[in-house]
């Protein structure tokens, strides 16, 4: 799929690698054309992460703003409705690039002597979750609360993008039949 969207991209070289089941060759316009059926925010989250277009990034986090104010997360004393947007921001910035692991370099595994093991910084994922410290510090919260309340509102977030992965991917399959 990133290839397929990485074709949309200002300056993309012809993809001419990549064929239809008819056997003709697959255009930057097919695969624009099978973005028409997403909404806005899928489309432009689309775009910025596959087709690294940041073109529409302003309007992209006033979005990611907005769908974090809608999920109506209970706030504490001393939390602000700018404690929840700046979760949107941090789950949008996770989505389209996580943070890869340095240890394994985002690939999972790490080669020993005479073998290939999962990687233990990062258990075999490729990249790695922001840490509780982390998180209170970017929301301005404590520890605790940002691991009992903030970590899982960040999760279903981030599980939001990961459906709008799912979308993306079933209109570009559908699309290109």
């Not at 690698?17 to 899928?42: E, F, M, N, Q, Y």
């Not at 990687?119 to 301005?140: F, H, M, P, V, Y």
Request: charged residues 25%; aromatic residues 6%.
């Amino acid at each position: 799929m990133s290839e397929l969207m990485a074709m949309i991209s200002p300056g993309a070289p012809p993809f001419d690698s990549v064929r239809s089941t008819s056997k003709s060759k697959i255009s930057a316009c097919d695969v624009a054309a099978c973005l028409v059926g997403l909404d806005r925010h899928t489309y432009l989250y689309s775009l910025s992460k596959f087709a690294l277009d940041d073109s529409g990034r302003g309007e992209l986090n006033v979005l990611a703003v907005k769908e974090a104010r809608e999920c109506g997360f209970k706030l504490i004393k001393g939390e602000g409705s700018r404690t929840a947007e700046l979760l949107g921001l941090i789950a949008l910035k996770l989505a389209i690039s996580p943070n890869k692991c340095a240890r394994c370099k985002g690939v999972g595994q790490v080669s020993l002597k005479f073998s290939v093991v999962s990687c233990e910084s990062c258990e075999g994922l490729g990249d790695r979750k922001i840490s509780d410290r982390n998180l209170a510090n970017i929301l301005g919260s404590t520890k605790y609360r940002s691991n009992k309340a903030w970590k899982p509102r960040l999760n279903e977030l981030l599980s939001n993008y990961a459906q709008r992965d799912s979308a993306i991917d079933t209109v570009i399959h559908k699309g290109l039949r």
